[in-house]
């Protein structure tokens, strides 16, 4: 998708962190552009940000996780810009680093329901409509390199969703491309250093009906200033990577048509290499407190 000036553009999760900075790359292009986001406040607030930068926009409060409200969505998108161009499946929660044996089933249900589920409803809602278009257009679904790439043990109920992610594009891509339609999709691996985002704290939009059955483990939860401060106290300097200047690494990747938008993604290659001898070799690929490398 190499034009971007007056196409449609929806962002899920857009109302801060990463979908706020893809939405202010792609208004930046001449987009017109829709962010869906369940967090009702934040993406009011988000929205008179994006109406002082200039260019068109819409708001809409959108549960991913539920496919009802996806479906709305598409139908308003549709409605008030009569396509969509360019797809950003971003929404993503997470829970506390756990061992298995301490998540809860709501665990499961609330992170796969966001972030595998989310994904696929928003697929199911837009590709049909996307393909009957018969217009060139992209999809782009946010995951991780922990799980995609090279998982954390700590973080099993989020690694494994992301996991699932890049398997999910991985099959989408292949049958855009080999039932002949104008689309294409990528896997948008945020990277470049730690990333400030909202995902430190989403437990703040947990669902009462999903809470956790049984209290946290001390010390399982951390917010992003607290998990630099510890770092900074061990001597460790970790870099943080600005998610305006990732948004438009992303924006790049989308012109290119790349099927992994990752900043370094030559680095993955060794990883990968060595996850697939370790598993080749009947071992596991990661220990505790290290991904596969």
């Known amino acids: 998708m190499r034009e971007f000036e007056g196409r449609v553009a929806v962002v899920t999760g857009g109302a801060s962190g990463i979908g706020l900075a893809l939405a202010r790359a792609f208004l930046g292009e001449g987009m017109k552009l829709v962010i869906a986001d369940v967090e009702e406040a ?7 940000s994006l109406r002082a930068q200039g260019g068109e926009h819409r708001a809409i409060v959108c549960d991913v996780s539920d496919a009802g409200s996806v479906n709305a969505l598409a139908e308003q998108v549709y409605q008030h810009f009569g396509a969509c161009h360019l797809l950003c499946n971003n929404a993503g929660v997470s829970v506390a ?13 609330w992170v796969h329901g966001v972030n595998v589920r989310g994904i696929a409803h928003g697929i199911q809602a837009f590709v049909p409509r996307m393909i009957e278009g018969g217009e060139e257009g992209f999809v782009m679904n946010t995951s991780s390199g922990d799980g995609g790439i090279s998982p954390y043990s700590e ?71 607290e998990f630099m401060e510890g770092f900074k106290k061990a001597g460790v300097e970790i870099p943080v990577q600005d998610l305006d200047e990732l948004a438009q690494f992303a924006l790049a990747g989308i012109r290119n048509e790349d099927f992994v938008i990752m900043i370094g993604r030559e680095a993955m290659e060794a990883q990968l290499v060595e996850r697939a001898r370790k598993l080749a070799a009947g071992e596991c690929p990661i220990m505790m407190g290290h991904p596969a490398s």
């Open 97 to 109: 680093n756990l061992a298995v044996w301490d998540t809860t089933p709501n665990d499961w249900r």
């Open 155 to 225: 973080q099993v109920v989020y690694a494994s969703s992301k996991a699932a992610v890049s398997t999910l594009t991985e099959c989408l891509h292949a049958q855009l491309v080999g039932t002949g339609t104008k689309l294409r999709a990528a896997i948008f691996y945020p990277s470049g250093g730690m990333l400030n985002t909202g995902i430190w704290t989403t437990r703040r939009n947990r669902p009462v009906t999903l809470a956790r059955e049984r209290p946290l483990p001390d010390g399982a939860e951390m917010t992003f200033d």
């Open 42 to 48: 934040a993406l009011q607030k988000a929205s008179e």
